[in-house]
């Protein structure tokens, strides 16, 4: 069981995916995943934040991993295991809270989420690009080198074009409850780090926003 601080902390952002999986992915659906594992990458993008008085506004977190069927049963044996990538520009003081609030040591959602983990694989500061449209026509991360993540919005014949495909109130997010996720399908990626390197052009990809605090 992972420790909580009595911190003070909140991040406001938009987070988005890509995955092995077929789209929609049934995790989001709290269902297995389509091949029974699902190898993915997550991006959190930090619009404002802090913790305590560490300001965190503008910083980009990037994880790499897989994990092995439903993730979201209440007996749950934790499988889901990760690299994780923060943004170089962080400073000392920036890079600890990040390490403490992603890794489910603050409280609040990523102390719930990371009761998923098995294992941590390893932190890495590096340069990270995030660039999510404003109309969330495309969304696309990069780490040189090590990471793309490049999706556009999900549509189709009868689709209307000014509107996105959304699921509201998902049963398995990522970011938390009562959410509006939309649908992106996988333009271009790469991921290296784990013993892997898989491409999901074709593939699942969701846009979730999260607003997060530790419970007062």
């Not at 603050?106 to 660039?131: C, M, N, Q, T």
């Not at 993540?149 to 509107?163: F, H, I, K, R, S």
């Not at 939309?182 to 790469?190: D, F, L, M, Y």
């Not at 052009?201 to 999260?210: A, D, N, T």
Request: proline share 7%; net charge negative.
């Amino acid at each position: 069981m992972k420790s909580k601080t009595d911190v003070q902390w909140y991040l406001k952002g938009e987070w988005f995916d890509i995955c092995s999986c077929k789209l929609p992915c049934p995790c989001t659906f709290a269902q297995e995943p389509t091949y029974g594992d699902c190898l993915f990458t997550l991006v959190w993008q930090i619009h404002q934040g802090q913790y305590g008085d560490v300001r965190l506004d503008n910083l980009n977190v990037v994880a790499i991993g897989e994990v092995e069927g439903n993730q979201w049963v209440e007996d749950l044996i934790p499988s889901m295991k990760l690299l994780f990538y923060i943004d170089k520009r962080a400073n000392d003081s920036q890079r600890q809270a990040l390490e403490k609030l992603f890794t489910g040591q603050a409280g609040g959602w990523p102390h719930e989420f990371s009761k998923l983990f098995s294992d941590i694989r390893g932190i890495s500061y590096v340069p990270i690009e995030v660039v999510i449209a404003e109309d969330l026509s495309y969304w696309r991360a990069e780490i040189p080198g090590k990471v793309v993540a490049a999706v556009e919005a999900l549509t189709g014949p009868t689709a209307d074009p000014n509107q996105r495909v959304q699921l509201f109130n998902p049963p398995g997010s990522e970011t938390g409850p009562g959410q509006i996720a939309t649908w992106g399908i996988v333009k271009e990626s790469s991921a290296s780090g784990f013993d892997y390197s898989h491409p999901f052009e074709g593939q699942s990809s969701k846009h979730i926003p999260f607003d997060w605090k530790v419970p007062s």
